[in-house]
């Protein structure tokens, strides 16, 4: 069996990690208690992937949760789902990072990445053949983003063949609360581009705009927007955990997205959006379910996908009903109306699987390399330059053991990522 291994870190890592462990939960039939209640074989074929069994028939999730501080993982303890998972794989310290990457990376979380390696070796060491490692969490914590990449970085060292993806939380810098922000996504986003595989990003502002303009859900929260990124990321798994008529495995994923190593950051997309709760049995077609995901107002990020070019993209299908051949035919359609780059031969292409998610018929995930991203890190990295230019803040981070020139070679990174996209989007 080829296993995954999830970490989630930080408030939003652990929080988004729930979520999606309550909806896997769910379609593969397993109770709060871990005992399997479904009623199809097909939802036990692959449960390996993701869950371990116990001698006694229980099916615990392979995921460790960890946070800096208690709080996020007590809500999960204390949770309906808190008992599903295995108590020694929920690591929290005593204290917290304060928002400080610095501290998540250098000190604080240093002090716990001891006792977070054991653990992790301790779940790879009961597997078969480990497959992959997914990573949740936001850039922008303290937690999330520093000793998220503290743990990526080590992860990756300690399991150099493996693929390491992450779903990583970009932050609504327009609302908010924390001033560094910016120093803690251009720190976490230098080891994303150095480690991770591949990187799902999501922006805030844009699952918020969801919220508001498609499911009309006005006062929403982060529990509303987290639903969304679960529904995303069970959608980006399905083949993994399904069988299908066209598969895919993580690093099948890797290999036909990204064409450069470093150019390793993905959109995604997901048709039809409805909340969980008040999903419908409506009967959405191949064409409506390609259009969407196409469409600007499903995607997880916000940016023009006029200013750029699809490097590449993949969707995955989900229903038994969807015909192969009319898909095929559509994608091919669509490639041709959005703007590709032309150098690369079948650069959108399709996977599928036969189980559809709970309450729907059918539905697709989209994944797509688009050099448009560019704006999302410059989002981060303008008001990053602004700060260094005049020291501000800087303090904080090399009062626990940074360097000013790491600072300054941090932004140079981005701003040669930055490049690199521009430049692969010449059709020439
Ligand atoms: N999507 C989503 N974003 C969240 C959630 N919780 C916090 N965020 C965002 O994540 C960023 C802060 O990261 P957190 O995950 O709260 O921080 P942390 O990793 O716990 O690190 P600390 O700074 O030590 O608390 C902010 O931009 C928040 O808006 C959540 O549940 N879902
Ligand atoms: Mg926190």
Known sequence: MREIITIQIGQAGDSIGEKFWEYICNEH???????????????????????TETKSGRYVPRSVFTDLEENSLNKIR??????????????????????????????EGAEMLPELTEIIRKITEECDLVHGF?????????????????????????????????????????????????YNSVLTMTHLIENTDETFCFDNVALFNILNKILRISLGSFNDINQIIAQVMIGITACFRFPG????DLRKLAVNMIPFPSLHFLMTSFSPLQTYQSASYQ??????????????????????????????ATGIFRGRSLSLKILHD????????????????????????????????????????????????????QPYSKLIQRRAFMHWYIGEGMEEIELIEAENQIKDLIKDYKQYEINT
């Open 29 to 51: 039939g397993i109770d709060p208690s871990g005992i399997f209640q479904g009623e199809n074989d097909l939802q036990l074929e692959r449960i390996n992937v993701y869950f």
């Open 78 to 107: 204390n949770s309906t789902y808190g008992n599903l998972f295995h108590p020694e794989f929920m690591i929290n310290g005593k204290t917290s990072a304060s928002n400080n990457f610095a501290k998540g990376f250098f000190t």
């Open 134 to 182: 997914q990573f949740v969490h936001s850039v922008s914590g303290g937690s999330g983003g520093g000793l998220g990449a503290l743990l990526i970085d080590n992860i990756r060292k300690e399991y150099s063949d493996q693929i390491i993806k992450s779903y990583s939380i970009f932050p609504a810098l327009s609302m908010s609360q924390i001033v560094i922000e910016p």
């Open 245 to 248: 008529q066209l598969n895919m």
């Open 283 to 312: 009967n959405i077609n191949e064409h409506m379910l390609i259009k969407q995901m196409f469409d600007i107002n499903n995607q997880m990020l916000a940016f023009n996908l006029h200013q750029g070019k699809y490097l590449t």
């Open 330 to 381: 559509l994608m091919a359609k669509e490639k041709n109306n959005q703007q590709f780059i032309e150098w690369i031969p079948n650069n959108c292409k399709i996977a599928h699987c036969d189980i559809s998610p709970k309450g729907l018929s059918r539905s697709v995930t989209g994944i797509a390399n688009h050099t448009g991203i560019v704006k999302q890190f410059d989002n981060f990295l």
